[in-house]
Nanobody, 123 residues
Framework: QVHLVESGGGLVQAGDSLRLSCVAS????????MGWFRRAPGKEREFVAG????????QYADSGLGRFIVSRDNAKNTVYLQMNSLKIEDTAVYYC????????????????WGQGTQVTVSS
């Protein structure tokens, strides 16, 4: 049984930081590219950041460039998203997904998803 469990969300003020975690089980985590997506109320799920399975290559959406850092610890089957200088526009449910092949930025290409963790940024 494949499980992805996100955690680390919460209520913060604009300018604050959060680190999200996603713990995976039930599949060969180290063989998958891992991505972070988010869904704001009334909007579709959008790509935030991704990290490759072997080289650690990363990719970021323009929305998070310079503010977000994605990393992974394969020994712990965990992928992280460090979010700095949070903005009100970052308010969304953040999801962790796993990708075997496809476009990092396309949610439909991902194989597995977690249930998400809520991030709310206020001012």
């Amino acid at each position: 049984q494949v499980h992805l469990v996100e955690s680390g969300g919460g209520l913060v003020q604009a300018g604050d930081s959060l680190r999200l975690s996603c713990v995976a089980s039930g599949f060969a985590f180290s063989n998958y590219t891992m991505g972070w997506f988010r869904r704001a109320p009334g909007k579709e799920r959008e790509f935030v950041a991704g990290i490759g399975w072997s080289t650690g290559m990363t990719q970021y959406a323009d929305s998070g460039l310079g503010r977000f850092i994605v990393s992974r610890d394969n020994a712990k089957n965990t992928v992280y998203l460090q979010m700095n200088s949070l903005k009100i526009e970052d308010t969304a449910v953040y999801y962790c997904g796993s990708l075997v092949a496809g476009m990092w930025t396309r949610a439909s290409d991902y194989s597995y998803w977690g249930q998400g963790t809520q991030v709310t940024v206020s001012s």
